[in-house]
């Protein structure tokens, strides 16, 4: 049974077993009572974050803060694989986030590649947030859309944070063209950067038509449109020869870009699919992680490099380096930013979410879904 509440004041609806206090969610000190548990739809989650988007590059920018001060917890995900479906995955990403806002939690979100083709998105995803007091988990969001925007907003800090002090990017190309392509798009946009070309690549056709059209309807949308010329390219090779900002969405599992003359002109490459690029791009660039440890697993392009040169010299630095202003991003090089994916930006986007919904009064909380919560009846 659902039922519509404000938290805040909200005691829940103790719809007859006993008293147990149900409160919002706490801090780690308390209050030690239990919370109510609510649902959180996609339509709520898109409503609250759409049009937010310089918000919540700021929002990521703290947790990406936060995180360097260690004062996140963000312990290695879990892939569950399948010997039977070698190409889908589901990973179980756990997350404790200090700060203001404090709140624990875990995302659990399938990578399902076959879905492309039956028409349905390749990612789904839940996110439950845990409260710091108590443990008990107090809200279930809709989180394909949150994990794309976290995704889409960490783009836009690292093109905004990576490209100060070097000449501004005026030709975008987006190699992979699917959703996340497209978010980080609506990102790059409402962020305020402006392009004279856009460059489109993708295997398959489909997708770069689709992602075409989406363009043009952005940009009809939009009285300054930030695309400029959009061009589609059939040669991955001209694509980047063509692009100052190189933003890669695809799902290649290995690299498939080994050449570094292909960079000679420097760009900054968002690598957000992680695993694009040959260990001889990634050794010849400036390079910049979310997290070393976490980027360096799960052979991606950053993990092969180690791999081939048994060091971690070849990194430069964090984006919270950047941002904390203890590392110069050089002006003269190919700039590589390979985000593996925090689990704290999940937590930090979700709570905004349900903080914004609860005040809305909108929450829909599952009335009893705790039960039997005296200790002996
Ligand atoms: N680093 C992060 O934090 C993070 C977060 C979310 C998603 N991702 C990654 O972003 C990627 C894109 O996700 P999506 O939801 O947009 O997927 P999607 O399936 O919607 O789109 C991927 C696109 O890449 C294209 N593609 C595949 N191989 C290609 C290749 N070799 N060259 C050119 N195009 C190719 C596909 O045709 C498809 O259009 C995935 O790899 C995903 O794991 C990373």
């Not at 063209?177 to 690549?201: D, V, W």
């Not at 690299?255 to 000679?264: K, L, M, N, S």
């Not at 110069?328 to 689990?343: A, C, H, K, N, Y």
Request: proline residues 8%; aromatic residues 8%; neutral net charge.
């Amino acid at each position: 049974m659902t039922s519509t509440h404000s938290t805040g004041t909200d005691t829940g609806t103790d719809t007859g077993t006993d008293t147990a206090a149900r409160k919002a969610p706490g801090t780690p000190e308390g209050p030690h009572s239990v919370p109510p548990f609510a649902v959180i739809p996609g339509a709520q989650v898109q409503q609250v974050l759409q049009g937010r988007e310089r918000q919540l590059v700021r929002l990521v920018e703290g947790t990406y803060r936060l995180h360097g001060d260690g004062r996140t917890l963000n312990p290695p995900s879990y892939f569950l694989r399948f010997p039977d479906r070698p190409d889908s995955r589901i990973i179980a990403l756990p997350a404790s986030l200090g700060g203001p806002h404090p709140v624990d939690g875990l995302k659990w979100i399938s990578s399902f590649p076959r879905n492309v083709a039956a028409g349905i998105p390749r990612a789904s995803a839940v996110l439950i947030l845990n409260d710091p007091a108590t443990g008990y988990p107090y809200a279930c969001l809709e989180s394909s859309i949150i994990s794309a925007t976290r995704t889409a907003a960490s783009a836009a800090a690292a093109a905004d944070r990576l490209s100060r002090g070097r000449p501004r990017p005026l030709r975008v190309g987006f190699f992979g063209t699917g959703l996340i392509a497209r978010y980080i798009h609506t990102f790059l946009a409402a962020t305020g950067r402006r392009f004279e070309a856009t460059g489109i690549y993708d295997v398959s056709a489909d997708s770069a038509a689709g992602f075409r059209t989406y363009l043009e309807q952005h940009a009809e949308a939009h009285p300054a449109p930030p695309s400029g010329r959009i061009t589609l390219h059939t040669d991955p090779e001209r694509l980047i020869r063509t692009s100052d900002l190189v933003v890669f969405a695809t799902v290649a599992a290995r690299p498939h870009i080994t050449d570094p003359a292909w960079f000679a002109h420097h760009p900054l490459v968002l690598h957000i699919s992680l695993r694009d690029l040959a260990p001889e791009i990634v050794l010849d660039s400036a390079n910049f992680v979310d997290d070393v440890e976490h980027c360096l697993k799960a052979d991606t392009s950053p993990h092969l490099a180690e791999q081939r040169t048994g060091t971690r010299d070849f990194i430069d630095g964090t984006l919270a380096d950047v941002l904390a202003g203890r590392v110069r991003v050089p002006e003269d090089r190919t700039v590589i930013f390979s985000p593996f994916g925090l689990g704290v930006l999940d937590l930090a986007v979700g709570g905004f979410v349900h903080g914004e919904v609860a005040r809305s009064g909108e929450l829909n909380v599952i009335d009893d879904f705790f039960r039997d919560l005296r200790r002996y009846g």
